[in-house]
């Protein structure tokens, strides 16, 4: 079986939605207040502490200096226009020419600053959310699906990067603004400036009853947005057309997609027109107040200056825009916390698997593999892929895995490998002193080909692969003449996921780039099944060449070619069937005897001559080169 299958989800949401729109591992989303995702983002600035101390002196620098311009305008008003004091007027406007150019300088500098130390704050987020999520059992990838971490990791993060650079800016530039302008005012006349704040004060908890629901509805789009990326993913993939063709479901591709269009487009809709009623409440509300100061003025405090008046308007509209621009920027902070409670479910996941360096083959030799009472079983599974396992490989030994369909060979390579923990029982490599991890590798039947040449994928096998290596796996897998044959030879490019190669070409480029990496146990699952059934033999045989330093596992439907000594398990729904050697096994009557008897062809025994390597043909698509 494919391991890329090995970790199919079973638990479906009831709403009809894919386990990764309904949260994590089916869970609800973690629910995260505006408080907890400020702190979380108070503690990924403790490096830059003092980066942020500068960002905010400079936003109150520039604040204040813009405050202070209109007390000076005042003073123009009240004493040097009235006494034509010209002396007293030039001092003035020079100071209010200095403060706005210094003031703009000071606010290039705090925007470069800002940036500096965002960026890198949502740099160190998106590679910690990647680690995270690097760090999952395999479960983890089939529950969740590429779309799902790809939004978490691009477009989530990207609104992260967005906020803490430009909305936590614009937050602290209106808060500061908001404060020296509220200051400004009590000192020109605190009445006013009193009706003006409680004014303030109102039209926040009316914005706020906007907010729950302007987040809820961007928590929904965010959720439809993933969906979209699965569907681009799955439609628009070669894979995908070919599916929609071949079943002439196009047309259900299309409509599914049209659906959930037009569902971002309702809930976007609803989403902005939430903001803009709160939005136009706020903004008559303070369109009305200038006549209102003048009409106090005129009625109630007739011995404030007209300087204080004036100035007291222009303050009055100062302080509207930063508490018009606070409340739109609380719709951006809604949206902000959707995303950070996506981006802290990955943040806050155990990280159980671990990055292991593979151990050198030599000295070591070929390892030693021990499995006692290892049982399996996936969740949501009725029976276990796995029951009581016992079963010994000797160093160096050759041993075929088979069995029938879901019989659990798959899972046993897993587990050799060590990308699955057993629930019970161990696993252990030369009597416990190498990890799985280090010493195994395992080639899938579905290899993950890299968007790359030819080298490109081999080389990513090891560092410091020669190209007397490269020559040595390529011939072993019998994959030569697919350099000679293309234009541009090992540079030659293998399109996404390798779909510019024949099945076959995939998987012995698969099983090439596996040869190189430094192992001590190689697991084998029916890599070779895509081969026609000689191709498939000369390359077991030439496998087996290579792997003389290394205890071998074959994964097979298809039994190879074996030896008399060679040895063989048969597994029958998760337990042991039967285990021996192929000579003691083939005589004894039993299932390994009957799966012998039902193989398609009746093939000569090892060792016969093998056949010259068929000409290869060109590539039915064409072959990109980068
Ligand atoms: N991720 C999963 N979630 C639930 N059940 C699973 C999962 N992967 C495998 N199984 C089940 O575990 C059992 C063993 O599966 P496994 O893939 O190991 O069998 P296999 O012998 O390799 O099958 P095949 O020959 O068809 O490839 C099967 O019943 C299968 O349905």
């Not at 691009?154 to 650079?165: A, E, H, N």
């Not at 006349?189 to 004014?199: E, N």
């Not at 914005?207 to 965010?222: E, H, M, P, T, V």
Request: hydrophobic content about 45%; overall charge positive; proline content about 5%.
């Amino acid at each position: 079986m494919a391991a890329s299958t090995a970790h199919r989800s079973t638990a479906a949401p009831s709403d009809g939605r894919s386990p990764e729109e309904a949260g994590l591992s089916g869970r609800a989303p973690v629910e995260v207040t505006t408080w907890l995702v400020l702190r979380r983002v108070a503690m990924r600035y403790r490096p830059y502490r003092w980066h942020t101390v500068g960002s905010g002196l400079l936003v109150l620098i520039t604040v204040g200096m813009s405050t202070a311009a209109p007390l000076l305008l005042q003073r123009i008003i009240d004493d040097a226009l009235p006494r034509h004091d010209t002396t007293l007027l030039a001092v003035l406007c020079g100071l209010m020419m200095a403060l706005g150019l210094v003031g703009s300088l000071l606010g290039v500098a705090e925007t470069a600053l800002t940036n500096w130390t965002g960026q890198r704050v949502a740099a160190r987020l998106r590679v910690d959310v990647y680690d995270r999520a690097r760090a999952q059992p395999l479960r983890f990838y089939s529950e969740q699906g590429q779309a799902q971490i790809q939004a978490r990791l691009v477009s989530d993060i990207d609104g992260i990067d967005r906020f803490l650079t430009s909305t936590v800016h614009q937050a602290l530039s209106a808060l500061t603004a908001l404060v020296a302008v509220g200051i400004a005012m009590i000192i020109l006349s605190w009445p006013l400036a009193l009706v003006s704040l409680a004014l303030t004060a109102l039209l926040s908890l009316f914005n706020n009853r906007f907010a729950r629901r302007r987040r809820l509805l961007f928590r929904q789009r965010q959720r439809l947005l993933t969906t979209v990326l699965r569907y681009v993913s799955e439609d628009l993939s070669l894979s995908g057309v070919l599916l929609g063709r071949t079943l002439r479901r196009t047309r259900t591709q299309r409509d599914r997609f049209v659906e959930v269009a037009e569902d971002i487009r309702d809930v976007t809709f609803r989403q902005r027109i939430a903001g803009m009623s709160a939005y136009t409440v706020i903004g008559v509300s303070f369109a009305c107040v200038p006549p209102l100061i003048f009409w106090a003025y005129g009625t109630f405090t007739p011995t404030v200056s007209v300087g204080a008046v004036v100035v007291l308007v222009m303050l009055q509209t100062r302080l509207s825009q930063p508490i018009q621009s606070l409340l739109r920027l609380s719709g951006g902070v809604q949206a902000s916390v959707v995303m950070f409670e996506r981006v802290l479910e990955y943040l806050d996941m155990d990280a159980p698997e671990r990055d292991v360096a593979p151990v050198r083959r030599t000295p070591a030799g070929p390892a030693e593999v021990r499995l006692r009472g290892v049982s399996c079983r996936y969740p949501g599974s009725p029976a276990p892929a796995l029951a009581g396992v016992d079963l010994d490989f000797p160093a160096g030994s050759v041993t075929v895995v088979t069995g029938h369909t879901g019989s659990g060979k798959s899972t046993l390579g897993l587990v050799l490998a060590g990308l699955l923990s057993p629930d019970t029982g161990t696993v252990r490599v030369d009597g416990g002193s190498a990890l799985p991890r280090a010493a195994a590798t395992l080639i899938p039947q579905h290899t993950a080909l890299l968007h790359g040449t030819i080298r490109d994928n081999l080389l990513f096998a090891r560092d410091g692969v020669s190209q007397a290596e490269l020559d040595r796996v390529l011939d072993t897998v019998r994959l030569g003449s697919l350099i000679t044959a293309s234009r541009h030879g090992w540079d030659t490019s293998i399109g996404e996921n390798g779909l510019q190669l024949s099945g076959g070409e995939r998987q012995r480029l698969g099983i090439a780039r596996a040869l190189l990496a430094d192992c001590r146990l190689l697991v084998v699952d029916e890599a070779t099944s895509a081969l026609d059934q000689h191709t498939a033999d000369r390359v077991t045989e030439a496998l087996r060449e290579h792997c003389r330093d290394k205890t071998l596992v074959l994964i097979a439907h298809r039994l190879p070619r074996l030896e008399p000594q060679d040895r063989v398990i048969v597994l029958d729904r998760g337990r042991v069937a039967e285990h021996g050697t192929h000579g003691l096994l083939s005589r004894a009557g039993g299932a390994y005897a009957s799966l012998l008897a039902a193989q398609p062809v009746a093939r000569p025994a090892r060792r016969e001559p093998p056949h010259p390597e068929p000409p290869r043909r060109a590539p039915e698509l064409p072959l990109r080169t980068t």
